[in-house]
């Protein structure tokens, strides 16, 4: 960051506080050479388009509202919601877009949830993406089936999945 008194074209942050509930963060810097200090602050671009067109900053909170409902009765503990609702945030920064399509939001979540609970993400995916049948389900749960999962040893996935009705 330029000096705005003295053109040095480097500057050196000694304080940095996030304001705005963490969607921005306020910098204050030195300037190596003349000493002056300033204060710069930082706006994370990450828009979300809703489906009626209007815009609204990216919102963990409402990632984990979604996902909160989903986990009910799961053994999923509140910091597993907060990483999974880090890791969709990371995602969508990722791409580099400032915008990015509400349903696209939902699409980020999926990944991360099915690592998370396979449950949850049957619930969620089945709002989501309007499940209307019991062959949706089926059709999602034969390709939750042939993922890799955690299990190291695919040819038992077929047994464990036979019980998992009784659980
Ligand atoms: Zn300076």
Known sequence: MICPFCRHDDSRV???????DGTQIRRRRE??????????QEVALL????RSGATEPFSREKVLVGVRKACQGRPVNEDDLILLAQRVEEALRSTGQAE?????????????LRDL?????????????NF?????????????????SNSSNPSSASKTLTNSGKS
């Not at 000694?14 to 705005?20: H, N, Q």
């Open 14 to 20: 000694i304080d940095s506080r996030p304001v705005e």
């Open 132 to 148: 209307a049948s019991l062959e949706d389900f089926e059709g999602e749960i034969a390709l939750l089936r042939a993922l890799p």
């Open 47 to 50: 828009n979300i388009i809703k």
């Open 100 to 112: 990015i399509e509400a349903n696209e939001v939902g699409m980020a979540i999926l990944a991360p």
């Open 117 to 129: 609970d396979e449950v949850a993400y049957l619930r969620y995916a089945s709002v989501y993406r």
């Open 31 to 40: 300037c190596p050479q003349c000493s002056q200090r300033f204060s710069t």
